[in-house]
């Protein structure tokens, strides 16, 4: 059975840093085409933060929101995909999930449970 399990969220002041951690488990990151970190905030529907893509070499891209601030990487070894989250704002509050893809023609989607994110100002 795959499964995606993020940890790393916690509470920060402004300003401060997180590292999520999205740990796969039944499948190593190559069964993967892509791994995506999304957020959602209370009453707001999930949007993508960053993805990495495995089928193209480790292509990395972000939300215009993140970019600067924000990096995705990869440790095949750990079998893990975190994001870096500096320069954190109150508008990073949100739960964070990960996402893998696999396939490209016909997808197969796998969720983790979340990790909560609280900024406070």
């Known amino acids: 059975q795959v499964q995606l399990v993020e940890s790393g969220g916690g509470l920060v002041q402004t300003g401060g840093s997180l590292r999520l951690s999205c740990t796969a488990s039944?499948?190593?990151?190559?069964?993967?085409?892509?791994i995506d970190w999304y957020f959602q905030a209370p009453g707001k529907q999930r949007e993508l933060v960053a993805t990495i893509s495995f089928s193209s070499g480790g292509t990395t891209n972000y939300a215009d929101s993140v970019k600067g601030r924000f990096t995705i990487s990869r440790d095949n070894a750990k079998n893990t995909v975190y994001l870096q989250m500096n320069s954190l704002k109150p508008e990073d509050t949100a739960l964070y999930y990960c996402?893998?893809?696999?396939?490209?023609?016909?997808?197969?989607?796998?969720w983790g449970q979340g990790t909560q994110v609280t900024v406070s100002s």
């Open positions: 039944g499948r190593d990151l190559q069964y993967f085409n892509a």
């Open positions: 996402r893998g893809t696999r396939g490209s023609a016909w997808r197969t989607y796998y």
